[in-house]
């Protein structure tokens, strides 16, 4: 043991255990008590506790994209309202991506804790919010080029002084949202969970004392640092870059470099953004909680998954983004999609400069984008108005010794889908089609994943539709020789069934009957093609989800003739070649 | 079903066959080692020692009940019969896309489990049934007809046919039965819309392609156990354990394999709530510790807490079952340091083989049972059984060498830290079940059993201010009881998404009436005398937009509006209850009705007789057992010797031939009628 630990192993370790459950009771009851289908049925929603400092203990997971970035919350709230002007029963709510938030649909509560009159903790979580106002139902506008176009920002105020909610904080918000109801039980729900998460840890302090519970709390930290630095440390020192694009901001500008100059250095990791693009004018700009968050989110990928994640596991790695940059933004620049979108292509390069460095624990390009879909209107079965907002997930990238997996949310998302048949009964909505996209995985030895195909038809009213998405002219890369995925797009069907294609940040009014559909990447294969198995070559051809002509195509004609005819045909249908 | 002569539960574990039987109020226990490849061999010679000890007569048998893990066995292995799946246009592939998440979102190795059925022996059909249940696409027969061809040419075993919103209008999903089988489709078929009539397609689906894919596994077994027990001369019916802890006939078992995933835990849970029952314990948590894992569960006013959203083997299978909740924390975890310098107690475990170093087997990785062993709790003469024997010194070197000198600290008290680990996980795992539901442990008995649990649960205990332990007498055959006191259950349920203002009473009268009707059949077929039925009603509510839902029992009696309402009052404080909160003014949706049909089952009296006697005389010796640091000369009681109403103080330790019980210092203990321990235990 190189350090002197001053908390023994075997309190260090009942206290962790103890600090994730204390997440665990607040997930579990936000996700229970939570109100809209997005925290219920999606999860998009996350809990953590913090000490004292500020500093994050333990989370609960379910978004990556939160949880790296929830710590920036949490700072926020506390530099606003330091210590002595916080008081029991307080609770401090904000969204402003330029005050501590991500983007603004994701609302952060953070309530601090007490015991014997000392201000010992903060639990926080954050949720995603159907709908927070501004210029589209859903509030995840593709067309925004000012943060005021996105919605009601949020700087840290209190939610609840003194365990009673402020009506007027209330009133302020629910005014400027278009489905107040929801929004009150969200945010009830957000309260309950962090009042879970109070009682609880109160309970630790009572138990351990506040001295000794505080000295845990440290070496939780400490312990998660060590560990980190220990893999770090086995990392080749050296500077390795990679570079990739952003398809378009949906304002005009094409094209926009990502780029990462990843520096490791005995146990510590820089990681420089310099050379990525300006902000830009679309809605695309990602802060530096989320461009942190993503980087955080790789870093631990590729070291050791079951590191605790807490603030001592990133104390050795340092961001740098360059400031008024797609990574860095200043306000007031739109940047409901940075979180979304541009954290993904973070994500990806991040990989990708780590490659050359652990190439047996990265994947390829996966999907690269949330693909996110908004439907608002007025449910002609209520007359009520109602906002549908969702993600799809895509191609997962080709894995040493794996394919992708086909079909998943990747990196910074993991939300769940909306079952067609809650869908349904909730939104004036129908699910027309749910399937994954044949051929849309990039080759390789292990292949890329396949991309999903959703096509979601508007019932008996006009709606609004807002699309949000990216990698449909650059494709989701491969690596060590391994082919590309297949781009992503999105159409729209008429009734009559002629057929466009829209652009993937547009907002559209679609009439009675329209179809879209979203038809998302594959991702990157790993490894030369060549070398892939034929018995896998042959899995994939009886499954429909490889075409004989793609398979001749990626793998030769060799590969599929040893195969032989009856095995190449799919049994059932086989692909569906997108319309 | 009759309840004459003598009745016998066998339930099979990893490890071990147990067999309990009850003769003219007589409990015998029998263990055998399973017998994995053909788990119907252990079965018959479990019978066969069983006969020679007691004498049992076969022809005698009137009741005989089994708890299989041949389902689970198959789902957690994947190997199960070739499947095929019919659905909905467009919806092939939502079994295999699940609910999109990955499972593990750092891990890039991560895996979903196997799709049940393969893309290529999914079959699509156009049709189209909306969410009130009204017809927006009739069904194409021409294409099922075509589907039915490829069926016949395939070679599948068995069918599942999942259509979108069937549990509003199964006509299709009928009709596409009908078709299969006039084409000449053989194989056998299950519908979306028998197995699991609820709301959410992919779980639906998932549940019914299990199911599908199990019957030919369960049919198989069930036939080879039924002519071996048959052959032994045994004449009655042939009873399965399901997973919401009743019985059901091995024939329903058959068709509905997906029903006994949890069979064995939950005749655990059901033998737990029968011995704390007779302890006047109704509101209890169990706590079934083996050498691998902890099973922790909750009872509450003598119902198992039931869940829909259980996970099987990764898979969501969202029939009712009996929430067990487990951590892989046994006594062969294995306890190591890792590289940030934490104490470690898992995941891994040495298991049966080679065991705990303890086992003398070959172990030689420090494991809980050895820190139980090194702090004086388990006896090293009389360790578990004569088979094996015990070498205290190499325990204590290999603890001293792994453990105790990286952490800088005695053999002791390394152990004892390896106690506090453990406990830490299992005490998450209890909170999982009490305290995330809503539930406060102090309002809570703690039932412990299996090996390893008797050890654990006085100390968690005292962390979670659990009141009171129970140490069944049967502490290692709970499962096997629980077999045979366990009522007869089928459960109904359709899905009806409404508003609960808008729903018609009478509508829901209609609904519960025809679940009533089916469970009267079944139970009259099963010959349960209408004395012996129930009919437990119930309603899954939530509020409007929101999308977990809280079951509330209905009223006995006619449905009217006033039941209606105070339904929708009861919705409200067991939302508060649950969550701390309720909202009075928001409407409230209904989601799911459900129907239990109960055939109340005579349970056996389990009264021993009793043992008279002097608590000194059970004393078998004082050694020093060591509690948090403090060494206490201790006094180790034999179970068997104690008296009925025996009552002592802690420290203490008690040895019986299934497991050891660990008395913490001032905790008091009584030895009820039944030979239950019942530790108070105390602040």
Redesign the interface.
């Known amino acids: 043991?190189s350090?002197d630990?001053v908390v023994?192993?075997?309190t260090?370790?009942?206290t962790?255990?103890?600090a994730?459950?204390v997440c665990?009771?607040m997930n579990?009851?936000l996700?229970?008590?939570?109100?809209?289908?997005n925290i219920?049925?999606r999860?998009d929603c996350s809990c953590a506790l913090f000490d004292a400092d500020a500093e994050m203990i333990a989370q609960a997971?379910n978004m990556?994209v939160h949880l790296g970035s929830m710590p920036f919350s949490v700072r926020a709230a506390v530099d606003r309202f330091p210590r002595e002007s916080l008081a029991p029963g307080d609770a401090i709510l904000l969204n402003d991506p330029f005050y501590g938030g991500a983007h603004l649909p994701d609302l952060t509560l953070v309530t601090p804790v007490y015991h014997d009159g000392e201000l010992v903790a903060f639990t926080a979580n954050r949720a995603h919010h159907a709908d927070v106002g501004g210029s589209h139902a859903g509030s995840v506008s593709a067309d925004s080029t000012e943060i005021y176009q996105e919605g009601l920002r949020i700087p840290p105020v209190k939610l609840f002084e003194a365990g009673e909610p402020n009506e007027a904080v209330f009133d302020m918000i629910l005014s400027n949202v278009r489905t107040p109801?929801?929004r009150r039980?969200d945010l009830?729900a957000q309260e309950?969970a962090n009042?879970?998460g109070r009682r609880?840890f109160a309970e630790l302090a009572e138990r351990y004392g506040t001295a000794e519970l505080t000295a845990a709390l440290e070496e939780i930290k400490n312990?998660?640092e060590?560990?980190m630095r220990?893999e770090i440390e086995s990392l080749p020192d050296g500077e390795y870059s990679f570079a990739d694009v952003l398809d378009d901001d949906g304002a005009g500008t094409v094209d926009l470099p990502v780029e990462v100059a990843l520096t490791i250095d005995g146990d510590e990791i820089r990681v420089d953004f310099a050379g990525t693009a300006d902000q830009t004018a679309g809605p695309v700009n990602a802060v530096f909680a989320v461009t942190a968050s993503a980087t955080y989110?790789a870093v631990?990928?590729v070291t050791d998954?079951e590191?605790p994640p807490n603030h001592g596991c990133y104390r050795p790695v340092t961001i740098d983004a360059p400031e008024g940059s797609l990574v860095n933004p200043d306000p007031p620049a739109a940047v409901v999609g940075g979180n979304l979108e541009t954290s993904q292509r973070v994500t990806d390069v991040v990989l990708g400069a780590f490659a050359e460095v652990v190439p047996e624990?990265?994947?390829a390009g996966s999907q690269g984008t949330m693909n996110n879909v908004t439907f608002g209107g007025r449910d002609p079965r209520s007359d009520e108005p109602y906002a549908f907002y969702e993600t799809?997930?895509g191609g997962?990238g080709g894995?040493a010794?794996?394919d992708g997996?086909?079909?998943?949310?990747?990196h910074m998302s993991?939300?769940?889908?909306t079952?067609?048949?809650?869908l349904?009964?909730?939104y004036p909505l129908r699910?027309?089609?749910?399937?994954?996209r044949a051929d849309s995985g990039g080759a390789g030895e292990f292949r890329g994943g396949l991309g999903?195909r959703r096509?979601i038809t508007v019932r008996d009213h006009t709606a609004t539709f807002s699309l949000l998405a990216d990698r449909q002219t650059h494709r989701p890369y491969g690596l060590f020789g391994g082919g590309d995925g297949e781009s992503g797009s999105a159409v729209r069907i008429d009734p009559d069934g002629d057929a466009e294609r829209l652009p993937q940040k547009s907002t559209h009014a679609l009439p009675p009957g329209t179809t879209v559909s979203i038809r998302t990447p594959g991702a990157g294969g790993y490894g030369d093609p060549s070398a892939r198995s034929t018995a896998a070559i042959e899995r994939d051809l009886?499954?429909?989800?490889l075409s004989v002509e793609r398979a001749r195509e990626a793998y030769g004609d060799a590969a599929i003739d040893e195969i032989g005819e009856p095995n190449t045909d799919?049994?059932?249908?086989g692909e569906r070649p997108d319309e | 079903m009759s309840s004459d002569g003598a009745r016998v539960g066998v339930d099979i574990g990893g490890t071990f066959t147990d067999l309990v039987t009850v003769t003219d109020g007589t409990l015998d226990v029998t263990k055998t080692s399973s017998t994995p490849d053909a788990p119907e061999v252990g079965v018959t010679e479990g019978l066969e020692r069983t006969r020679e000890a007691t004498g049992i007569r076969f022809d005698d048998v009137g009741f005989f009940a089994h708890g299989t893990t041949v389902a689970t066995n198959a789902v957690l292995e994947g190997d199960w019969a070739e499947t095929a799946l019919v659905t909905t246009e467009g919806f092939r592939d939502a079994l295999e896309i699940g609910r999109q998440a990955r499972p593990d979102i750092y891990d890039f190795q991560t895996e979903k489990p196997p799709t049940v059925v393969p893309r290529h022996r999914r079959y699509e059909v156009p049709e189209r049934v909306d969410e009130r249940g009204d017809v927006s696409t009739p069904l194409d027969e021409a294409a099922v007809r075509d589907v039915a061809a490829r069926l016949a040419a395939a070679d599948v075993s068995s069918v599942a046919v999942s259509l979108l919103f069937s549990y509003e209008n199964d006509a299709h999903e009928r009709r596409v039965r009908e078709i299969l089988e006039s084409e000449g489709v053989e194989a056998s078929v299950s519908l979306s819309s028998d197995v699991l009539p609820e709301i959410r397609e992919y779980e639906r689906t998932l549940t019914t392609t299990l199911n599908a894919a199990l019957k030919p596994v369960m049919d198989r077994y069930l036939g080879n156990l039924e002519s071996e027990i048959a052959d032994l001369g045994i004449r009655s019916d042939l009873e399965i354990m399901q997973s919401n802890g009743g019985i059901i006939t091995a024939d329903v078992a058959r068709t509905r394999p997906v029903n006994t995933l949890l069979s064995g835990p939950a005749a655990g849970v059901q033998g737990a709530s029968y011995v704390a029952g007779l302890a006047g314990v109704e509101d209890l948590i169990t706590m079934d510790m083996g050498g691998t894992s902890c099973d922790v569960s909750l009872v509450e006013g003598g119902d198992p807490m039931v869940a829909t959203d259980v996970e099987v083997g990764e898979y969501p299978v969202n029939v009712p079952m009996i929430d067990v909740h487990t951590v892989g924390a046994g006594g062969g975890s294995i306890a190591w340091i890792d590289d940030g310098d934490a104490l470690r107690v898992g995941p891994r475990s040495a298991g049966a083989e080679p065991g705990p170093i303890c086992y003398g087997r070959g172990g030689t990785r420090p494991t809980i049972t050895d820190a139980q062993l090194l702090l004086g709790r388990l006896n090293p003469d009389a360790f578990l059984s004569d088979e094996l024997s015990v070498d205290v010194d190499r325990v204590e070197a290999i603890f001293e060498r792994e453990l105790a000198d990286p952490l800088g600290k005695s053999v002791e008290a390394a152990a004892q830290g390896v106690l506090d680990v453990a406990n830490a996980s299992m005490e998450r795992a209890l909170r999982v079940v009490s305290v995330e539901r809503g539930h406060d442990p102090r309002d809570f008995g703690l039932v412990a059993f299996g090996g390893a649990g008797p050890l654990h649960a006085t100390a968690l205990a005292a962390e979670l201010d659990v009141p009171r332990v129970l140490v069944p007498r049967t502490a290692g055959v709970l499962s096997a009881l629980g077999l045979l006191i366990s009522d007869v259950l089928y459960d109904y349920s359709t899905s009806r998404v409404r508003s609960w203002e808008a729903v018609d009473p009478t509508d829901l009268r209609v609904t519960f009436d025809e679940f009533v009707a089916r469970g009267r059949e079944q139970l009259a077929d099963e010959n349960l005398s209408a004395s012996q039925t129930r009919f437990e009603r119930s309603v899954d509510l939530r509020y409007a937009g929101q999308s977990f839902e809280l079951s509330v029992p209905v009223p006995e009696g006619p449905i009217d509006s006033q039941t209606k309402a105070t339904i929708r009052d009861r919705f409200h404080a067991r939302h508060r209850q649950r969550y701390g909160h309720a909202y009075e003014d928001e409407p409230v949706e209904l989601v799911t009705l459900r129907t239990r049909a109960r055939g109340v089952v005579e349970t056996p009296d389990l009264r021993q007789d009793a043992v008279i006697g002097e608590v000194a005389d059970a004393v078998a010796e004082e050694r020093p057992v060591h509690f948090d640091g403090d060494v206490r000369d201790t006094r180790v009681y034999r179970r068997e010797r104690l008296p009925t109403g025996a009552a002592f103080t802690g420290p203490a330790v008690v040895e019986g031939a299934e497991s050891t019980v660990v008395v913490r210092p001032d905790q008091t203990v009584e030895v009820d009628e039944y030979g239950t321990l019942v530790v108070e235990v105390g602040q």
């Open positions: 043991m350090d630990p023994d192993p075997v260090l370790e009942v962790r255990n103890a994730a459950a665990e009771e579990a009851n996700i229970r008590t939570g109100y809209s289908p219920k049925e999860r997971e990556p109801d929801e039980g009830r309950a009042e879970t609880r312990y998660s060590r560990r220990s989110y631990r990928c998954p590191i624990r990265v994947v799809q997930g997962f894995r010794g794996k997996l086909d079909g998943v949310h990747v993991n939300t769940m889908n079952p067609a048949e809650v349904e009964t909730a699910v027309a089609r749910y399937e994954l999903l096509d009886r499954a429909g989800k799919p049994e059932n249908g």
